[in-house]
T-cell receptor, first 115, second 114 residues
Framework: AQKITQTQPGMFVQEKEAVTLDCTYD???????LFWYKQPSSGEMIFLIY??????QNATEGRYSLNFQKARKSANLVISASQLGDSAMYFC????????????FGTGTSLTVIP | NAGVTQTPKFQVLKTGQSMTLQCAQD?????MYWYRQDPGMGLRLIYY???????DKGEVPNGYNVSRLNKREFSLRLESAAPSQTSVYFC?????????????FGPGTRLTVL
């Protein structure tokens, strides 16, 4: 079974609108971490936001927030007030405590911001 | 700080040739990783090293070997390259534990095997 599932291969959003990128995960661990990365067309991987499994509040970093629903095992990324520079691939990832330091990545969502 | 560096940035090989991809980090991280990225597949873990002196297989280790030379350096070797190994290779590092212990990535190596 896939550890991380991203079901939206491509998304479009109007500039200045908000967009939600979906991510579901599969783990039996109690302790784990969830990450979102951005990969622009230039290719580098940029860390955006982190949510720990024990964190009670949803993580926020500027225009990025993580909608964490533990019972549903979902960790959706919300980008508010989209900008043209947000056009990129977005990857959801998970780190489980019992696999040591192994990370699992989803297949990514390509986001295009329309002017 | 340079972060995570990778060499080379681009490489073209013929089938059967060998090569080593080099990776170094200057953040004193314990854990290092090698991934390959193919269209529609996301990042797939090839090998990782949780700490100096240890290495473990990831999801797609066949055809690759790794060496954790010291705490800073983690190399990936292709002994006999195959066209199926055409990909973009990323090295990453992270702290073993802590908060939020995200991975820091190198710029990638684009490898083509003819």
């Amino acid at each position: 079974a896939q550890k991380i599932t991203q079901t939206q291969p491509g998304m479009f959003v109007q500039e200045k609108e908000a967009v939600t990128l979906d991510c579901t995960y599969d783990t039996s661990d109690q302790s784990y971490g969830l990450f979102w990365y951005k990969q622009p067309s230039s290719g580098e991987m940029i860390f955006l936001i982190y949510q720990g499994s024990y964190d009670e509040q949803n993580a926020t970093e500027g225009r990025y927030s993580l909608n964490f629903q533990k019972a549903r095992k979902s960790a959706n990324l919300v980008i508010s007030a989209s900008q043209l520079g947000d056009s990129a691939m977005y990857f959801c990832a998970m780190r489980e405590s019992d696999t040591g330091n192994q990370f699992y990545f989803g297949t990514g969502t390509s986001l295009t911001v329309i002017p | 700080n340079a972060g995570v560096t990778q060499t080379p940035k681009f490489q073209v090989l013929k089938t059967g040739q060998s090569m080593t991809l080099q990776c170094a980090q200057d953040m004193n991280h314990n854990s290092m990783y090698w991934y390959r990225q193919d269209p529609g597949m996301g990042l797939r873990l090839i090998y990782y090293s949780a700490s100096e002196g240890t290495t473990d297989k990831g999801e797609v280790p066949n055809g690759y070997n790794v060496s954790r030379l010291n705490k800073r350096e983690f190399s990936l070797r292709l002994e006999s390259a195959a066209p199926s190994q055409t990909s973009v290779y990323f090295c990453a590092s992270s702290e073993a534990w802590g908060y939020p212990n995200e991975q820091f990535f190198g710029p990638g190596t684009r490898l083509t095997v003819l």
